[in-house]
């Protein structure tokens, strides 16, 4: 049983902590789908039902899924009570539809047919609460695929305990995904993405970090829960780590691109309930620029977070054009920032850890031989 569907723990927290994920989710495949639009919710869904069913359920059942009706209680209570009876399998579906056919037939036969209507439009909604989503459309990546034979980095083991999976992206790329979501609901402090992208052919990596935080009424107050903890956190690991300068130990670039900065907060829309129609407007903030807010403000929101991040709508875009995130560096230094930072052994984070890699070194061989 995973975290989101654990019942000791309050269904808004496992709400609101499934959104963060999703949220994760959707923007490592944009950034890897190369869109000029942001993915939709619903094909990041789509992906983690790729990735575990039984984790999509869960997401399911705390992101869209409207809550079960009376009526829909009624109809899987009888299924399972007629199943038992009989010795085989009837499902709600089967019940309530043979109900429907009655209903529609005697409602066109009669007069004065309006609460036989309502009925009908009852019946009509409970069905529809049984029907899968579309999960036709030629969306998802080829999973078919293993990254293993790339390099020898990919043949490590990052964590002890992550569910790995490879996809084939367009321009001989792939994209290695791997879910973190620890089951021990009290250990829990928040959520993130990692995104790494290897060039093979340079044989050097640049990443981006990014801290999901809900906040309600658009306000992030840093007196709230762990707050100061994780941008603080993020702070030493990275910004003053110096993974936000360049080579030669600048924040800024002798090319046009923004301040080096490779940790940001992400502000999250609160969800009371589940939604069908997800949707997170808001920022990215540098951790770099969340401190200075805090030098003068007890709080992070819309108004003094102007002019200090980047909007959501273009992120992933100055993301893939390396006008934000780390400079390059090699797979050593990388292993060495794992190692040092104890970024793999961090089991209180749900975690979405991506990696694109690119292999242009590929074509060529192919061509010259
Ligand atoms: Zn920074």
Not at 22 to 34: D, P
Request: charged fraction near 30%.
């Amino acid at each position: 049983m995973s975290y989101f569907g654990l019942n000791s723990v309050e269904e808004e927290e496992r709400r609101n902590r499934a959104f963060q994920m999703l949220s994760a989710m959707r923007e490592a495949l944009t950034i890897s789908k190369r869109t000029r639009q942001a993915i939709p919710y619903k094909r990041a869904l789509q992906l983690v039902n790729d990735f575990d069913p039984e984790l999509f359920k869960d997401f399911q059942n705390l992101l869209t899924k409207t809550n079960e009706s009376e009526i829909v209680k009624y109809y899987k209570q009888k299924a399972e009570a007629l199943s038992l009876e009989s010795g085989h399998t009837i499902s709600p579906e089967q019940l309530i539809q043979k109900d429907l056919d009655t209903e529609i037939r005697i409602r066109n036969a009669g007069e004065n047919t309006n609460l036989i209507q309502r009925k009908v439009f009852e019946l009509e909604s409970a069905l529809e609460y049984f029907q899968p989503e579309d999960i036709s459309e030629n969306y998802i990546l080829n999973h078919d695929f293993s990254l293993t034979h790339k390099h020898e980095f990919f043949n490590k083991k990052i964590y002890d305990s992550a569910k790995v999976k490879d996809y084939e992206l367009t321009g001989n790329r792939v994209l290695r995904l791997r879910l973190l979501h620890p089951d021990k609901a009290e250990r829990i402090i928040g959520s993130d993405l990692v995104y790494e992208q290897f060039d093979l052919k340079s044989q050097k990596v640049r990443f981006i970090h990014i801290q999901y935080k809900t906040w309600n009424t658009k306000t992030l107050y840093f007196s709230q829960g762990n707050m100061i903890d994780q941008i603080e956190k993020l702070d030493k690991n990275i910004c003053k780590s110096g993974y936000c300068q360049n080579e030669k130990g600048s924040k800024f670039s002798s090319n046009y691109r923004f301040p080096y900065c490779s940790a940001f907060l992400r502000p999250t829309s609160f969800l009371t309930k589940p939604d069908a129609s997800l949707i997170s407007s808001g920022i990215h903030l540098p951790v770099c620029m969340v401190n200075k807010i805090r030098e003068t403000d007890k709080k992070v929101d819309v108004k003094n977070s102007k002019g200090k991040s980047v909007g959501h709508r273009i992120f992933e875009e100055l993301f893939i054009d390396k006008h934000i995130g780390s400079r390059w560096l090699t797979f050593n230094e990388l292993e060495q920032f794992y190692k040092e930072k104890g970024i793999t052994s961090e089991t209180g984070r749900i975690r979405v850890h991506a990696q694109e890699v690119i292999d242009t070194s590929k074509t060529k061989e192919n061509n010259g031989s």
